[in-house]
């Protein structure tokens, strides 16, 4: 990559976080201890691949943006060695394209309307020492857009009631709204907005000042006093996915080990009932989280020195690989095996290769040689946005014998 778009992309992993951030604003309004309970735990990796590609992601969004608004054409990255910028970058054109379409047309409406992009906000009015950045503001119209890039495509994001979106809108309003004591708040509406480009996903929440900040000081306020003091009463739920502290904390570890009084509701005779399932699958999936979780933070602190009573660290299963391939490739001609039998040779996926252009009319023909291989099926909540798989396909799949349950 050159030095000139090296520049260009921000260093945003060397930003500092807040105690209250309102990205986690979701676990730490519901489990208010859970904050200074996350300080106690340290781990070896800080970061992982998706959130480094997420980063990745904002820092070539913002590089456009301040492109466009610098009347600069936007990066393109044409280099050998920015095939992975180039594709996010591709991948980012619904949020760039949507942002666009947005601000020129506040433009037309008032000539005064301006954009920002990355904007440290702070919305301590609500939250002790709550700071975060925001992707994207818009001012105009009487209007403040408050506008937040996902590029995860994992788990679908609604703007709706969303505590961080809303905790940047107070931020925002603290920055731009100087409200006028006869007239009240330059702004009519806050409008705050997430775009998950990945998932061609666009959600809005329509929302005034007033209900905004009653919001803020009457619901966010005093749980932010507790989770700032580490007070309050530990509560566990889906805010634990991503909870720092979820391998070591003490409600999270009670409630997995209590599995056998759950289960001498049954009789011993009888196998769990079936309706029983669509209870006890989602607790087996946070169980499952729990335990890698736990195995993983008990392993990186026996690496930082710590004893586990009972535990040492071995070494892992590892792998033999060639010292020098140059000489194990001549050494092996020597002893008679042939090129066929010492390299593998196969075609890359569709997927890889789509991810290598940005033209569309190659991409099209790329599909035109590809089949849809489905996946295995899976159990889902009844929420979700996926189609039920048919009956008939089901037959169609596994054939119409009965289910065998056990011999008679």
């Known amino acids: 990559m050159s030095e000139e778009k090296k520049t260009m992309l921000s260093e945003h992993h060397n930003r500092a976080h807040a105690v209250l951030s309102a990205s986690a604003s979701s676990r730490w309004l519901a489990c208010t201890p859970s904050v200074r309970l996350s300080e106690q735990i340290y781990r070896l990796k800080e970061t992982t691949d998706y959130a480094e590609e997420g980063t990745l992601a904002h820092e070539i969004a913002e590089s456009c943006l301040n492109a466009y608004l610098s009347g600069k054409e936007m990066p393109d990255f044409d280099q050998p060695d920015e095939i992975e910028q180039k594709m996010i970058r591709d991948q980012l054109s619904l949020y760039l394209e949507s942002i666009i379409i947005l601000y020129e047309n506040m ?21 002790p020492e709550g700071f975060g950045t925001v992707d994207c503001i818009i001012v105009g119209c009487r209007e403040l857009h408050v506008i937040d890039l996902k590029y995860g495509k994992g788990i679908m994001v609604d703007a709706e009631d969303n505590p961080q979106l809303r905790l940047y809108g107070i931020g925002c309003l603290n920055l731009f709204d100087d409200p006028d004591p006869v007239f009240g708040s330059r702004f009519d509406q806050v409008i705050t907005t997430i775009i998950q480009p990945r ?74 009932p079936i309706e029983q399932y669509a209870q006890l699958i989602p607790v087996a999936r946070q169980l499952r989280s729990w335990c890698d979780s736990l195995i993983e933070y008990a392993t990186d602190q026996a690496k930082l020195g710590e004893t586990i009573p009972g535990m040492k660290l071995v070494e892992g299963r590892g792998k033999d690989s060639w010292d020098s391939e140059e000489q194990a490739v001549k050494k092996l001609k020597e002893l008679g095996f042939t090129e066929e039998q010492m390299y593998q040779k196969k075609i890359v996926s569709p997927s890889h290769l789509l991810k290598l252009t940005s033209d569309e009319d190659i991409k099209a023909r790329i599909r035109k040689l590809t089949v849809h291989v489905p996946g295995s099926p899976v159990l889902a909540d009844e929420d979700d946005r996926r189609a039920a798989i048919s009956a008939e396909l089901l037959t169609e799949m596994y054939g119409e014998e009965p289910i065998d349950k056990g011999a008679g």
């Open 107 to 127: 433009k037309a409406r008032d000539p005064e309307s301006r954009i920002f992009t990355e904007i440290p906000v702070s919305f301590d009015n609500v939250a």
């Open 199 to 272: 998932m061609n996903h666009v959600s809005n929440e329509v929302i005034t000042p007033d209900e905004l900040l009653s919001w803020g000081i009457e619901e966010v306020k005093p749980r932010a006093q507790l989770a700032y003091e580490g007070k309050g009463v530990l509560v566990t739920g889906d805010h634990c996915r991503f909870c720092p502290a979820k391998a070591a904390c003490p409600l999270v570890t009670s409630r997995n080990l209590i599995g056998k009084e759950q289960m001498e509701k049954y009789p011993e005779t009888e196998l769990v």
